[in-house]
T-cell receptor, first 115, second 118 residues
Framework: NAGVMQNPRHLVRRRGQEARLRCSPM?????VYWYRQLPEEGLKFMVYLQKENIIDESGMPKERFSAEFPKEGPSILRIQQVVRGDSAAYFC?????????????FGPGTRLTVL | AQKITQTQPGMFVQEKEAVTLDCTYD???????LFWYKQPSSGEMIFLIYQGSYDQQNATEGRYSLNFQKARKSANLVISASQLGDSAMYFCAMREGESGAGSYQLTFGKGTKLSVIP
């Protein structure tokens, strides 16, 4: 049973380019969370999605960032016109239910470097 | 105010000894869950242990136990018989029940870097 998959594992972009980060949740999981980890920091919540719906995007920057989780295919976190401050590790987590005690299973992360 | 506070940026422990990593939390929610994750140098997040706010007993998972003191709002992780492979960053996280608007997002502390000395 494959775990949460994220690709690419490493992504290098120049300032002003777009970054697309993909997350395939575990089989049977329809709840996806995106977190960002800046250097020397803990993870910070960005967005929570269910299939075809954004449920909570309270942690997303208002501009340049968007997320989707289509009916078919992986969840995508899209960052337009990247800046150096976007350099971070981006983690996706999935769960079968959004319950209080339900474990979120994390992917290996995508390390974004903006030159 | 920070919701999760980990006051130890770095800790050292001798191999085979026990170590306690501190975590205090802040919430007005009566229903919440506390999690500990391990992040080795390879970067992945590994779930270790969970404690619910209504759980009467401290959680245990193998060499990991959680010292849950609800009145003090602390949820310290105890690792017994440390191994070299325990060297990693350790993050405490909380999920709030009633005020989380149903998203049950995790709020993380800044982490503690544990180094196990042979």
């Amino acid at each position: 049973n494959a775990g949460v998959m994220q690709n690419p594992r490493h992504l290098v972009r120049r300032r002003g380019q777009e970054a697309r980060l993909r997350c395939s949740p575990m089989k049977g999981h329809s709840h996806v969370y995106w977190y960002r980890q800046l250097p020397e920091e803990g993870l910070k919540f960005m967005v929570y999605l269910q299939k075809e719906n954004i449920i909570d995007e309270s942690g997303m920057p208002k501009e340049r960032f968007s997320a989707e989780f289509p009916k078919e295919g992986p969840s995508i976190l899209r960052i337009q016109q990247v800046v150096r401050g976007d350099s971070a590790a981006y983690f996706c987590a999935s769960s079968p239910y959004p319950g209080l005690a339900d474990e979120q299973f994390f992917g290996p992360g995508t390390r974004l470097t903006v030159l | 105010a920070q919701k999760i506070t980990q006051t130890q940026p770095g800790m050292f422990v001798q191999e085979k000894e026990a170590v306690t990593l501190d975590c205090t939390y802040d919430t007005s929610d009566p229903s919440y869950g506390l999690f500990w994750y391990k992040q080795p140098s390879s970067g992945e997040m590994i779930f270790l242990i969970y404690q619910g706010s209504y759980d009467q007993q401290n959680a245990t998972e193998g060499r990991y136990s959680l010292n849950f003191q609800k009145a003090r709002k602390s949820a310290n992780l105890v690792i017994s018989a440390s191994q070299l492979g325990d060297s990693a960053m350790y993050f405490c996280a909380m999920r709030e029940g009633e005020s989380g608007a149903g998203s049950y997002q995790l709020t993380f502390g800044k982490g503690t870097k544990l180094s196990v000395i042979p």
